[in-house]
């Protein structure tokens, strides 16, 4: 596992094949970064399926109203929901959407992001300057790519637990 610098600002999740460590950006999506933590904390990440998952692209995740084992995984609607709290506005930055990279997920409107975000399985730069990058991956990226493919895959993959480092014992 990577050294963790920061543990108030470095999330595990963890999938079937192992823990994935990520480093949020504070100071590049301070909202962004805040949102994870928030809904980390709240466990409400716990057990959300990987909803579209695209070979040589990114892995989607973070539907919190429709893609979790308590209120039902419905392949239909997962993908279309967020949380309880509002959509955060866009976070734009030079970071560019790197492979292991952090991003919000979003429908047109770039200030619609809530819970949703995804993995860049490789450096997507088609996507720099319209999406908010605001965490990487520093161990474990061996582990994001074995998640299921789909859209949404049949069988789909799940955040098992997602939590705060500093939380962590």
């Known amino acids: 596992?990577?050294?963790?610098?920061?543990?108030?600002?470095?999330i595990i999740l963890t999938l079937k094949d192992g823990e994935v460590v990520i480093e949020l950006l504070k100071d590049v999506a301070p909202k962004h970064s805040e949102r994870m933590k928030q809904l980390a904390r709240d466990k409400a990440y716990d057990n959300v399926a990987f909803h579209?998952?695209?070979?040589?692209?990114m892995a989607q995740t973070g539907d919190v109203a429709n893609a979790n084992m308590e209120s039902g995984y419905n392949p239909g609607r997962a993908g279309t929901g967020g949380s309880k709290y509002p959509d955060l506005p866009a976070e734009f930055s030079k970071l560019p959407h790197d492979r292991g990279t952090i991003g919000a997920a979003r429908s047109q409107n770039p200030n619609s992001a809530n819970s949703q975000f995804f993995i860049n399985f490789n450096d997507n730069h088609f996507l720099n300057g319209q999406y908010t990058v605001y965490g990487r991956v520093i161990s474990g990226m061996d582990h994001v790519d074995k998640i299921a493919r789909g859209e949404p895959p049949a069988n789909p993959d799940r955040m098992i637990t997602v939590r705060v480092a500093a939380d962590v014992a």
């Open 1 to 10: 596992m990577a050294e963790i610098k920061d543990p108030e600002n470095t």
């Open 52 to 57: 579209r998952v695209i070979q040589g692209f």
